[in-house]
């Protein structure tokens, strides 16, 4: 079970605008943050933040391409409209899976495919 900090963070970082998602997160969080998590977050670095981000959604976007072979040459074939599907996805679908073949079966399912 992850604690109120930890959900707001993880949230942040699948977002596209992270920095404005985090202050979001903190402003709707109420009582569920205490003051020390308040200013833990608020110490983050928006840079810093931007750039975590970037990274944690490129491996999720891996683990889709790795997860399934199909996929893979679908992105090879079409990239532009296929990033636009994984945004897509990304912002609706908590990143949860364990495995790449998770993460795939997840975005096959996503776009009605299982």
Same mark, same amino acid.
């Given at each position: 079970m992850l604690s109120a900090l930890e959900r707001v963070l993880v949230?942040? !970082?699948h977002d596209e605008r992270p920095v404005e998602r985090l202050r979001a997160l903190v402003d709707a969080a109420g #009582? #569920? !943050?205490d003051? &020390? &998590?308040r200013r833990r977050l608020a110490a983050i670095d928006p840079d810093g933040l931007r750039v975590a981000s !970037?990274?944690?959604?490129?491996?999720?976007?891996e683990r889709v391409l790795r997860g399934d072979a199909? !996929?893979?040459a679908e992105a090879e074939r079409g990239p532009d409209a296929f990033a636009a599907a994984f945004r897509r996805y990304a912002a609706s679908v908590?990143?949860? #899976?364990e495995f790449p073949s998770e993460e795939a079966r997840m975005f096959r399912r996503f776009?009605?495919?299982g």
């Open positions: 949230l942040a !970082l #009582a #569920a !943050l003051d &020390d &998590d !970037l990274v944690v959604r490129k491996l999720r976007f199909e !996929l893979r908590p990143p949860t #899976a776009r009605g495919e």
